[in-house]
């Protein structure tokens, strides 16, 4: 996977991921590079693409799930028998454990190109993934316009005071193709004026947060601040959060959240102190089989590194790693953690607020199987800003 430190984006939304000039490879932002450095990563095999899953050169349930979609493609590139088509669909299914959204995404490129002759699967394959990336990118900005009245109608108690927003992890437009699920709110009350200020939870161990989030803020233009993990309960207990809006990598049927470690504290801390707690999410992110996320939804175990080490740049601007803990000590490293529906105000999607209940999240629940999902992902018509 050879890379390039020059994009070819330009305008708004940016994206993470879009098309190479041959039409037939995929180019994505290397996260793994950022903030210190902005590079992209070419994929064109479907070795590349579950690499660039797995390594988290991309990571978020969208991204994850538009990247599988495209690896589909690049697997029918390759060889587009039905033996292909099944071992495409086991490869990319291992990558990610928790992200409902690869499983999605992989469900629906397989539903779709299984019925096909293999002559007519390639350019069918890569016209379904561009689909399923540009229903992203109109999705999360449909779920931004419906959080943005939620912040509107928390800023107008502000009386022109910005309104602090708490995120952790990146829930942003590196997560998605464009607009981000979390931040796309954000996005949309700075750009309609609203006086707003973002606290950034650092989000170890990957730190995210700090890498990720505060690097696209920046770039937006966002007044915000980077806060250590655990000074979010001090925060909420002092009055110095409005709200606190995060994402989600799977949430069940009754509404249970999968996300990144570190959620679950933040949400037990928010409705301690009476601060409302929303999720952000795009309608494939539910996992509709799934009642009981606290003992079934898998959390991913990550390498000890990644607790143990840290990387950052020197004072000759040098990316490094150095370790953090003693040499020989080991290291526990749960990427996710399940925050229980009760603690969760409410949903914020695409096709509107719902309350975090299973009656709230039925009503969004797709009919007709394949067919079912692929109308889901499709967003309504947007709704008018108040």
């Not at 912040?151 to 108690?157: G, H, K, T, V, Y």
């Not at 829930?171 to 796309?184: D, Y």
């Not at 509404?255 to 999410?281: M, S």
């Not at 004072?315 to 490293?333: D, H, I, K, Q």
Request: aromatic content about 4%; some cysteine.
């Amino acid at each position: 996977m050879p890379e390039s430190t020059k994009s070819p984006q330009h305008g708004e939304p940016k994206r993470s991921l879009w098309l190479a000039k041959d039409r037939r490879s995929v180019v994505v932002l290397d996260q793994t590079r950022l903030p210190h450095r902005v590079a992209t990563v070419t994929l064109r095999t479907l070795q590349d693409a579950a690499r660039a899953i797995s390594d988290m050169i991309v990571r978020g349930a969208p991204l994850i799930g538009v990247t599988a979609a495209y690896g589909m493609a690049l697997a029918m590139a390759e060889d587009a028998s039905d033996a292909s088509l099944g071992r495409a669909y086991d490869v990319l299914i291992a990558t990610r454990p928790t992200a409902v959204n690869l499983r999605w995404a992989l469900d629906l490129m397989r539903a779709h190109l299984a019925p096909l002759p293999s002559a007519g699967r390639r350019d069918a394959a890569f016209l379904m993934a561009a689909e399923v990336a540009e229903e992203d990118v109109a999705c999360n900005h449909a779920l931004g316009l419906h959080g943005l009245n939620v912040l509107q109608r928390i800023a107008r108690r502000r009386k022109g005071e910005p309104l602090r927003v708490l995120t952790h992890c990146n829930a942003g437009r590196l997560a998605t193709v464009a607009w981000g699920t979390a931040t796309a709110p954000m996005y949309l009350a700075h750009d309609h004026g609203i006086p707003i200020h973002v606290l950034v939870s650092e989000t170890r161990p990957r730190n995210q947060g700090a890498s990720l989030t505060a690097w696209e803020l920046l770039d937006h233009g966002i007044p915000h601040t980077v806060v250590a993990d655990n000074s979010a309960g001090h925060l909420l207990q002092r009055g110095l959060v409005d709200v606190v809006i995060v994402g989600a990598d799977r949430v069940t049927r009754r509404g249970d959240v999968a996300n990144k470690v570190g959620t679950y504290l933040k949400a037990l801390a928010a409705r301690a102190h009476g601060v409302p707690f929303h999720v952000a999410l795009p309608t494939s992110t539910i996992d509709w089989t799934l009642e009981d996320g606290v003992r079934g939804i898998p959390i991913e175990q990550r390498s000890q590194r990644e607790v143990t080490h840290v990387a950052g740049t020197d004072a000759r601007g040098r990316v490094v790693e150095v370790r953090l803990t003693p040499e020989g000590s080991p290291a526990r490293n749960d990427a996710f953690d399940v925050t229980p529906f009760g603690l969760v105000t409410g949903f914020i999607t695409e096709r509107g607020l719902c309350p975090a209940t299973r009656e709230g999240l039925r009503r969004l629940q797709p009919r007709g199987g394949s067919a079912g999902l692929a109308r889901a992902a499709r967003p309504r018509k947007l709704p008018a800003t108040k």
